[in-house]
T-cell receptor
Framework: AQTVTQSQPEMSVQEAETVTLSCTYD???????LFWYKQPPSRQMILVIR??????QNATENRFSVNFQKAAKSFSLKISDSQLGDAAMYFC????????????FGAGTILRVKS | KAGVTQTPRYLIKTRGQQVTLSCSPI?????VSWYQQTPGQGLQFLFE???????NKGNFPGRFSGRQFSNSRSEMNVSTLELGDSALYLC??????????????FGPGTRLTVT
């Protein structure tokens, strides 16, 4: 079974600074997809960024980028120019390349942004 | 386009009762997945329905069941409620097609409290 580990229960960052959230996963599959989701206090889950395992290039979405190290099974999220609106719980998630939409989530990292 | 809607948003039930939660996916989406979120266990996959058929199932007891209707709306049912079933239940829908890179769009959740 696949597992996802987020070792940082909580992180803080100063507004306009950069922060990196860590995520490692365990799988024996070669075809899979990785995601970072954001859950603000409203509890609405929002997709931040996704990475296909077969792509070597790290995904980037505006201020959000990932460092995908397939051999190390590591998938960290970098948030640049942090904004107050980035404060939320961030979840790393794994999805098998097999048929279906099941997501395996990590425990989450609470991100606090200081003004 | 309207987002994923879940009803009711809040629910209080007594131990031993049963409950039915509803999820209406985004128009045109045929896949609906359900997740349970608790402080202790985090986010856990319950099951996924695609074209009225259960496609994936998580490790939950048989008290948890679901179904999907021809219009893609889905319901999940929990029978003989236990205190530990208190959680936020999230529903997510995905666009048609088999591509696993498709994003899952989450609803706002139903907060179930069992007393």
């Amino acid at each position: 079974a696949q597992t996802v580990t987020q070792s940082q229960p909580e992180m803080s960052v100063q507004e306009a600074e950069t922060v990196t959230l860590s995520c490692t996963y365990d799988t024996s599959e070669s075809d899979y997809y990785l995601f970072w989701y954001k859950q603000p206090p409203s509890r609405q889950m929002i997709l931040v960024i996704r990475q296909e395992a077969y792509k070597q290039q790290n995904a980037t979405e505006n201020r959000f980028s990932v460092n995908f190290q397939k051999a190390a099974k590591s998938f960290s999220l970098k948030i640049s120019d942090s904004q107050l609106g980035d404060a939320a719980m961030y979840f790393c998630a794994y999805r098998s390349g097999e048929y279906g939409n099941k997501l395996v989530f990590g425990a989450g990292t609470i991100l606090r942004v200081k003004s | 386009k309207a987002g994923v809607t879940q009803t009711p948003r809040y629910l209080i039930k007594t131990r031993g009762q049963q409950v039915t939660l509803s999820c209406s996916p985004i128009s045109g989406h045929r896949s609906v997945s359900w997740y349970q979120q608790t402080p202790g266990q985090g986010l856990q996959f319950l099951f996924e329905y695609f074209s009225e058929t259960q496609r994936n199932k998580g490790n939950f007891p048989g008290r948890f069941s679901g179904r999907q209707f021809s219009n893609s709306r889905s319901e999940m049912n929990v029978s003989t409620l236990e205190l530990g079933d208190s959680a936020l239940y999230l529903c997510a829908s995905s666009p048609p097609g088999l591509a696993v890179t498709y994003e899952q769009y989450f609803g706002p959740g139903t907060r179930l409290t069992v007393t």
